[in-house]
């Protein structure tokens, strides 16, 4: 049975005596407005959108009571998830500037040691890195007959702590490469979102121009997938594009700076 560290893994779930929980206490902290704010408002910081994220809630809300089926029409569910994405985008933040200091990637390396040997990064290990994050039955589906399926099905592994808090950065983008491979021939499939989800909160910034390039990529084909899928994948999309809108600033010209001014973080 896993303990409750490694079933939390990302997730922000800390027992009350341990050091994490103490410093991701100090993490969020939203400043009052220094000027008006309404739905057109472009966010020039993390606090203007914590605001004008309230704002839509409350105009979702209302939305949703005049409804009298409870059955928003198709631009109106578009705009429940986006905003829903936009909270995760806010949440993840949180972790993720938690995550990627020195003194609590120290912390989590200590209390939740590696435990499994790692792929090599070179592009030949592609299909050994396809087994470890989303086991053997979904490589085969992803590679076909280039893959060789074992007798018994090899499960993929979880990305708990004790794996991804021993990501180096040129681990974390060997990984997230591969991921963006596997997303375009599978699409967002859960595991595929997991893991992405979190390898984005191992990377560090700023990001050099090759990253960048990266990131924007996967920006762009998440966009395109968004007009092909149903509505489990169309959840998880949502929420990884409002990730790289809204902390890598993908597209920032568009939608304001970083989220990092508003979780005011004293490690």
Not at 75 to 91: D, I, P, S, Y
């Amino acid at each position: 049975m896993m303990s409750r560290e490694e079933e939390s893994g990302v997730s922000g779930e800390e027992d009350s005596g341990d050091e994490l929980y103490q410093l991701t206490q100090k993490a969020l902290f939203v400043e009052h407005p220094t000027r008006p704010i309404n739905l057109k408002t472009v966010p020039r910081d993390g606090s203007e959108f914590i605001h004008k994220s309230r704002l839509e809630d409350a105009n979702l809300s209302f939305i949703r009571k005049e409804d009298p089926e409870g059955k928003p029409q198709e631009e109106n569910e578009q705009k429940r998830m986006r905003q829903w994405a936009r909270k995760g985008a806010a949440e993840f933040s949180h972790y993720a500037l938690t995550f990627s200091s020195d003194k609590a990637r120290a912390y989590l390396k200590k209390k939740f040691p590696r435990k499994l040997k790692f792929p090599r990064n070179e592009p030949a290990c592609i299909q050994e890195w396809c087994v470890f994050c989303l086991g053997s039955k979904l490589c085969s589906e992803i590679y076909g007959e280039m893959y060789e399926e074992p007798s018994e099905e090899i499960e993929g592994n979880l990305p708990f702590l004790s794996i991804i808090a021993h990501f180096n950065q040129y681990t974390a983008f060997t990984v997230l490469k591969n991921l963006h491979e596997w997303f375009l021939s599978l699409g967002m499939e859960e595991s595929i979102g997991r893991w992405v989800y979190a390898v984005f909160a191992c990377i560090r910034k700023p990001l050099d121009e090759d990253s960048k390039e990266l990131i924007e990529t996967f920006y762009n084909d998440c966009e395109k997938r968004l007009k092909d899928c149903d509505e489990s994948e169309r959840l998880r999309l949502y929420l990884i594009s409002a990730i790289l809108e809204y902390y890598f600033c993908v597209h920032s010209d568009k939608v304001g700076p970083t989220l990092e001014s508003f979780l005011n973080l004293t490690l």
